[in-house]
């Protein structure tokens, strides 16, 4: 009964801290759009936008177009399906957590941000956007959360599961890739600073959620089948 009761509160563990974060980030939003705006350093945020929508040049536009398309629901779904596959396709031995990591990260940080963005209404920069404006709302980045979920939880993996001083310089740069995405998105005029820093906080938070509950526990370079075939022995003792 304990062991029954104990594992219960594991598997409702990440439900009520998804819950946790999906309040939290609503709360940081209506704080944006109704406490804040105006205000310190959102303030200068029109300013922000304002400086990218002058500055705007051919170069820029390519290189910012190709950012957001990284970070489109598209582009994200692909990579992540190839990812999951490879992750269970390992010649060594499938890693079903690190792949559960991955794919429910990806699916939590969406469903998270959807949930957000019923509650929270916020405008797009009043600037001329150079994407089309999606019916929700600017708050969180959409873009940057997808993109902390799938590269950020690419460099965990990298850092938690690989060897070698090559995993540093991977990681670094799958980390760089929102905070890449996050300035294209501004630069396109489709999110305020304080968005970008909203999809940052929900995607991390995504990952540290999932990350503590699958992740955890797991030894590295061990994967499902193993650990259950050196389980079974010990069942018979």
């Given at each position: 009964m ?17 819950a ?74 499938p ?21 957000v ?8 920069p ?6 089309g ?7 969180p ?29 991977t990681?670094s ?26 999809g ?21 370079g ?16």
């Open positions: 304990t062991t029954e009761n104990g594992g219960s509160a594991r598997l409702l563990r990440p439900v009520w801290l998804v946790a974060q999906t309040t939290s980030m609503v709360l940081l939003g209506l704080w944006v759009t109704h406490v804040a705006v105006g205000r310190g350093p959102l303030a200068f945020e029109d300013r922000w936008s304002e400086a990218f929508a002058a500055h705007r040049s051919p170069v820029g536009n390519a290189l910012t177009a190709g950012l957001s398309l990284l970070a489109g629901t598209q582009a994200v779904v692909g990579v992540t399906l190839v990812c999951v596959a490879a992750l269970l396709v390992l010649p060594s031995a890693r079903w957590a690190e792949a559960v990591f991955l794919g429910a990260s990806v699916a939590v940080q969406s469903a998270v941000f959807l949930v963005t019923f509650f929270v209404e916020r405008p797009r009043d600037v001329l956007p150079l994407d404006a999606p019916p929700t709302s600017s708050f980045s959409g873009h940057v959360g997808a993109s902390v979920a799938l590269y950020g939880g690419l460099a965990v993996l990298v850092l938690a599961r690989t060897h070698g001083p090559w995993r540093y310089l990681a740069v799958l980390l760089l890739v929102p905070a890449a995405v996050g300035l294209s998105r501004v630069y396109r005029g489709m999110h305020h600073p304080s968005d970008v820093l909203g940052l906080l929900n995607g991390a938070a995504t990952l540290l959620v999932l990350g503590s509950a699958v992740l955890a526990g797991v030894p590295r061990t994967s499902h089948t193993s650990r259950t075939s050196r389980a079974a022995p010990a069942a018979h003792r």
